[in-house]
């Protein structure tokens, strides 16, 4: 008897760690077209290569809970000589072409599974069109709520023409599926105005370049009604060299981030955040230029989810911040995980003009997707315009994230 509940007991152990760990599923939608599911405990994400190759579908699969609308297929077009239901509602994540005067977001993508283990799962979406060819992968792993994407843009063969064209991802937002965006929260980084405003041209061919000013992390509370009322549906919020963004609906947090060493070929990228009701458009600009051939250009951006119902301070593939201030000398960090980190702790440093006057550190435990930690810190001393530096590292010592915080202002600066 005693034998027999061993190993009950060690086979309940063992399908525990096979619910968490990852998997890619190749099957067909209702349209009879082929898909590629992508999952783990945490998160799952659909791949229509057929559709732009683009992501139809990304879930926290805590509650079932949806970040983009349900993808539907409505007109037939023309691609490559054959007729294809292609056209749809922009639903998900997608790459879009800009080529003389053209925009190629129909596109029929090729589709390989490059890694499918229980610790990580890749696939790799691709095609060729015009003066070079398009490939990105997108990587989960286990223990991870975030949807890693590396967009891969080859110019065609060294003899072949120098050409221009743009390239930006466009992802259409509505978490739950539902219009109630009176609950949206935008937290988008941004810099103070400079002396002399800065100007983005409406044209990718002509954009503007970005102020030198200080970059800030800066929250956006957005309701989004009020972006309902400009032109065209489209904000006039174009921000340059932004690393992340964050959407918070319902509680339920979506976040991208794009590291600004992978930035675009004119050294640096563009974000448009649009409103096509009742949906959120957000886009971003990562490679605009006359693209040399036989040049192959990485822009890595990830998709990561959880449920958070703080403001958002700081954000990376690993963990996210909150830092709630009281006064100049009181701060209290609230921490979540995007991935499972064993024994965090973190060293909070206040500065003043970049020098280190003070300095802390806290205790924050185990961290995953679906717990978070929060700590007080109390400095002695007082500076004028505060600022800490956090330095979060695992029971090795490893530093697994890090960045500058300011004292959270209003928005808009003035």
Request: charged share 25%; aromatic share 10%.
């Amino acid at each position: 008897m005693k034998k027999f509940w061993l190993i009950a007991a060690l086979c309940g152990i063992f399908f525990v760690q096979l619910d968490a760990e990852c998997s890619i599923e190749e099957t067909t939608d209702s349209n009879d077209r082929d898909i590629y599911i992508m999952e783990n405990d945490y998160i799952r994400a659909v791949i229509a290569p057929a559709s732009s190759g683009r992501i139809s579908e990304f879930s926290w699969k805590k509650d079932d809970r949806h970040y983009f609308p349900e993808l539907e297929y409505n007109a037939l077009e023309l691609t490559d000589g054959v007729f294809v239901v292609s056209k749809s509602n922009y639903a998900g994540f997608e790459d879009w072409i800009y080529e003389d005067g053209l925009i190629k977001q129909y596109v029929i993508y090729k589709a390989k599974i490059l890694k499918n283990t229980p610790e990580v799962c890749s696939i790799s979406v691709s095609c060729s069109k015009g003066i070079g060819s398009l490939e990105r992968i997108m990587t989960i792993r286990k223990g991870s709520s975030v949807l890693e994407i590396d967009t891969i843009i080859t110019g065609h063969r060294k003899n072949a023409p120098t050409a221009y064209a743009s390239f930006w991802a466009h992802i259409m937002i509505d978490v739950d599926r539902i219009s109630d965006h009176d609950q949206t929260r935008l937290f988008i980084p941004t810099r103070k105005p400079a002396p002399v405003t800065t100007t983005i041209a409406k044209s990718p061919r002509t954009r503007g370049k970005p102020s030198h000013t200080l970059m800030q992390q800066v929250p956006f509370d957005c309701v989004v009604d009020r972006m309902a009322k400009l032109d065209n549906s489209m904000s006039d919020m174009s921000y340059a060299a932004q690393p992340w963004r964050a959407y918070i609906a319902n509680d339920l947090l979506l976040g991208t981030v794009v590291p600004l060493s992978d930035v675009s070929p004119d050294g640096h990228f563009y974000n448009y955040i649009g409103l096509d009701s009742p949906m959120l458009s957000i886009e971003t600009i990562y490679a605009t230029s006359l693209f040399p051939p036989g040049k192959a250009v990485h822009h890595r951006q990830s998709l990561i989810g959880r449920e958070w119902t703080h403001a958002v301070d700081y954000l990376d593939n690993n963990l996210l911040v909150a830092a709630e201030w009281e006064g100049v000398k009181k701060v209290t960090l609230t921490v979540g995980g995007f991935a499972e980190l064993k024994n965090i702790n973190c060293s909070v440093e206040l500065l003043d003009n970049g020098k280190t006057v003070e300095s802390r550190t806290v205790k924050f435990g185990d961290l995953s997707p679906v717990t978070e930690s929060a700590a007080a810190v109390n400095f002695a001393k007082e500076v004028k315009d505060p600022r800490i530096k956090v330095t979060f590292k695992d029971a090795s010592g490893k530093v697994v994230s890090s960045s500058e915080l300011l004292k959270r202002v209003k928005f808009p600066l003035k």
